[in-house]
């Protein structure tokens, strides 16, 4: 795909953003989460400490992402699996993970900023299974990244369902 876009004229980088930590991420993700849904012990001035965390890291990212139109990422860090049982556990270089945390160890960041986000299929595994791509937008440009997302769509050729489905 980063080819493609080339020839179309777009400038295609590899970056990792500086002070962005995906791990202080989710813990402070999950924080939030069980506080707002009653699930955890901690108090008013750790939530609010957490909310601070949270404005942080939005700020880390929105600084990050002026730079670019868009950023691309993978979704999970595997290639889509058949349809299994909820809160099965899922392999990953062999070791099992709790599905959550394997499913979304990649969009808790953009969950957490509020950073609109559309996944597209990139390409398809061996098996014939989606591999997805996660196009993030700056927070509040939705509709630009709606023609950035339709524009790549004609890229990759959309979705194509996979064998047997």
Not at 24 to 32: L, N, Q, W
Not at 132 to 160: H, N, P, Y
Request: net charge negative; with cysteine.
């Amino acid at each position: 795909m980063a080819l493609s876009l080339e020839n179309l004229g777009c400038c295609i980088e590899e970056h990792n953003p500086p002070n962005l930590d995906v791990t202080v991420a989710r813990e402070t993700y999950s924080e939030i989460l069980r506080f707002e849904f009653g699930l955890s012990e901690i108090n008013q001035q750790q939530y609010e400490h957490a909310l601070h965390k949270r404005h942080r890291i939005i700020t880390d990212l929105e600084s990050f992402l002026s730079d670019w139109d868009v950023w691309l990422c993978p979704v999970v860090p595997i290639a889509a699996f058949t349809h299994r049982p909820s809160g099965e556990p899922i392999e990953i270089d062999g070791k099992q993970f709790p599905d959550l945390k394997a499913i979304g160890a990649y969009t808790t960041l953009f969950n957490l900023a509020g950073n609109p986000v559309i996944v597209l299929p990139l390409s398809q595994s061996q098996k014939g299974l989606p591999i997805g791509v996660q196009v993030v937008g700056r927070r509040g440009s939705d509709m630009r990244l709606i023609a950035i997302a339709e524009t790549l769509t004609q890229i990759t050729g959309g979705f194509q369902p996979p064998p047997g489905y």
